[in-house]
């Protein structure tokens, strides 16, 4: 037991529910502590999955000398404070996406991973997918040869299947450009192993329901000649979840449990607790190891630069190189 990372988990809603069986889970890690600010979510957590100790202010867990890691579990706009004091705190640091709804916020959290040498890493889950994971080692072994075009969509609606504060676009930084699109845009650049350049991005406000935008498209050129169209609706009766990608032999059709290529069909069934408990264990293994985790602060940053210059070209009605920010 003395071996174990020590987790503490700060936050206790929603994908804390992932992300507390999936701890569980994996041998050589074990949660010692949970907080939340509702002292009865917290302690109903602790209760569930016999954590022993129960904090309603995340600074009291990070002062923790039992704690060794911290999961970030709280919404999005507040991820950069308890991120940087558990880093400077001598803590290892795994936030859920999105890594923050600023990128000066994203730059604080690695600027302060890097100067503590803790392991800095964001929960891209999709990264961890076993279609995502075949669909990008086929494209790098240039199943379809070069890259040119890749087309992603999600359609769906999502009224009442979400915390309250998604409804609120100063906390969750836009439900479709920051609660999804940190999953979209992210996709998009790690399957094809590429980074973004010219970004030009139009949203509407379709549904009073959502605050803000909640119909958004971005178009971006990709580093190696490609270019990149993510369309997002939440207000479509039916759903489509998919991402086609075109190269200069060929094409691919990815979804949530095969990758179609040419006349093959790949099946890679999906288990959403194995894909967590995967996302815990990379992260404790680059904690024992001493390296960069898949999904690193520093690897996903190229990912919130795309976020950050969509949000800007939405604001201004012009093209801006998510190079430069």
Request: hydrophobic share 45%; glycine share 8%.
């Amino acid at each position: 037991m003395s071996d174990d990372l020590r987790m503490g988990v700060i936050g206790c809603g929603g994908i804390a529910g992932a992300h507390l069986p999936a701890q569980r889970a994996v041998e050589g890690m074990r949660t010692v502590a949970v907080c939340d600010i509702n002292e009865d979510t917290a302690r109903a957590a602790a209760a569930e999955y016999e954590v022993p100790t129960v904090y309603t202010d995340w600074r009291d867990l990070v002062a923790d000398d039992d704690v060794d890691a911290v999961a970030v579990l709280l919404p999005h706009h507040l991820h950069r404070e308890p991120a940087v004091a558990a880093a400077r705190a001598g803590k290892h640091v795994l936030c859920e996406k999105p890594m923050a709804t600023a990128l000066a916020d994203c730059d604080a959290m690695i600027a302060a991973a890097d100067e503590a040498g803790v392991v800095l890493m964001i929960a891209q889950i999709l990264r961890f997918r076993p279609a995502n994971i075949r669909a990008r080692e086929l494209i790098a072994e240039g199943a379809i040869g070069e890259v040119r075009n890749v087309l992603r969509r999600r359609l769906g609606k999502s009224e009442g299947f979400r915390s309250e504060w998604a409804r609120h676009p100063e906390q969750a930084g836009g439900w479709v450009l920051y609660g999804f699109g940190s999953h979209e845009v992210d996709m998009i650049l790690w399957l094809t192993g590429s980074e973004a350049g010219a970004v030009f991005a139009q949203a509407r406000r379709n549904n009073e329901y959502w605050n803000d935008h909640d119909e958004v498209t971005v178009q971006m050129a990709l580093s190696g000649g490609g270019m990149a169209t993510y369309q997002h609706s939440l207000n479509c009766p039916w759903g489509a979840w998919e991402c086609v990608v075109i190269g200069t032999d060929g094409a691919m059709m990815v979804d949530s449990a095969r990758v179609r290529l040419a006349d093959r069909v790949i099946d890679a069934p999906l288990d959403s607790a194995a894909a967590f408990r995967d996302q815990v264990g990379e992260f404790l293994r680059a904690v024992r190891a001493g390296d960069e985790p898949e999904a690193s602060g520093r690897a996903v940053r190229p990912t919130y630069a795309v976020l950050e210059a969509a949000r800007i070209s939405i604001r201004d009605g012009v093209i801006v190189d998510a190079a430069d920010l």
